[in-house]
């Protein structure tokens, strides 16, 4: 058997050299002659999995090691008989810690309280839901669409589209890329989605560059219709348009997923995966040596702080957004190369927090949030 993987896909090596010849190779170093007598592919964002790449190949089975699977051309692969899967909800945690590390910064930079502020999430599947609970902990008001889901479990609990513009002070997109059909995605946030917030809400993209309209994000912005961007999804990408990353609070180079308990979650469902489809025998495969920043330990001294600068203080010293945005303004020429080389981030649960604190709601929170006390 032979198998072709990414080579920017960690914890993955070792791992099915006893089964299969398989060959390491950069996304875009992976053609259709090279992948032409390879039986499985594993694969990223970067490949794209069409006619043009598998035509004539010997390709069965492909493999994501990401939650987005629109770089998959579905209908040929279905067509084809070549099964794929993706890795749904691998990284939502890390996704979530993204946007807890936006918020803070942005409630510090713009002195404003979570608690008082209303969020609306436009898309609740395995990474909005993560991004609700974790909003609920912060104290905010949350509002959740989902067309999808509100027309298969019924509309309560859910807010119409026209209602969460007009109310929410923070809107945070994480839908999938579709291109057409009842529920399209392409430049969900057009003019007419930004005009029609009311409250001049910022607005955050961590899912697709392509749900946002470039240009009708920054008349937007100048006109003063949003009052802020936090970017980490771009049309055009590795190339974001200067001028929309000039006019954004927070820009970052598509890497909110990119904590390494997400990329291993990545790589252990494609392995298990693959497993399964040939019966290989290591479905409950699991990957070592996830690196670790310097400390896991966080010590806290609460006194004369409030519930919000007390979590600030945990959520930041496990990720702080501010250096991934300094590096992207610094050097955006190098925006893949800044992925392709991410520093070790590990989510809330592999940290521990030493409060000296008498605030026992803040303590609460922080547990709710995952860390270890």
Request: net charge neutral.
């Amino acid at each position: 058997m032979k198998i072709i993987i990414d080579n920017k896909i960690p914890y993955i090596k070792g791992a099915l050299e006893p089964f299969a010849e398989v060959i390491y190779l950069p996304g875009d170093l992976t053609t259709n002659e090279v992948i032409k007598d390879a039986d499985a592919l594993i694969t990223r964002t970067r490949t794209k999995c069409n006619a043009k790449l598998l035509a004539g190949s010997t390709v069965k089975f492909i493999a994501t090691a990401t939650i987005g699977f629109d770089h998959i051309d579905t209908e040929y692969c279905e067509q084809s008989g070549i099964t794929w899967t993706n890795a749904p909800g691998c990284n939502s945690n890390s996704v979530g810690q993204y946007i807890a590390s936006a918020l803070i910064v942005l409630a510090e930079k713009n002195h404003f309280l979570l608690k008082e502020k209303t969020i609306g999430i436009v898309g609740v599947g395995n990474v909005g839901k993560k991004v609700a609970r974790l909003c609920e902990i912060l104290g905010m008001k949350v509002l959740l669409n989902d067309p999808p889901r509100a027309r298969t479990e019924g509309k309560k609990g859910f807010t119409e589209l026209n209602e969460l513009l007009e109310k929410a002070d923070i809107i945070t997109l994480h839908v999938p890329l579709n291109m057409e059909g009842a529920d399209k995605t392409f430049h969900m946030a057009d003019n007419q989605f930004l005009s029609a917030a009311k409250r001049k809400p910022i607005i955050i993209n961590s899912c697709r560059g392509e749900i946002t309209d470039t240009m009708a994000l920054i008349m937007a912005l100048k006109t003063g219709q949003i009052s802020g961007t936090v970017i980490d999804c771009w049309e055009n990408e590795p190339e974001p348009d200067r001028e929309l990353l000039a006019l954004t609070d927070i820009a970052t180079p598509h890497i909110a997923g990119y904590s390494r308990d997400g990329k291993a979650n990545g790589t252990i469902m494609s392995i298990r995966a693959l497993s399964k489809f040939f019966n290989l025998g290591i479905n409950n495969w699991k990957c070592s040596g996830i690196e670790v920043p310097p400390s896991l330990d966080i010590f806290i001294d609460g006194s004369g702080k409030t519930t919000q600068q007390i979590l600030g203080e945990a959520i930041l010293a496990t990720y702080d957004i501010r250096v991934d945005d300094q590096r992207l303004r610094s050097s955006v020429e190098t925006f893949e190369k800044q992925r392709g080389d991410y520093p070790v981030r590990r989510e809330f649960p592999a940290f521990r927090v030493f409060c000296k604190i008498n605030n026992i709601k803040a303590i609460h929170k922080i547990n709710q949030l995952g860390f270890r006390l």
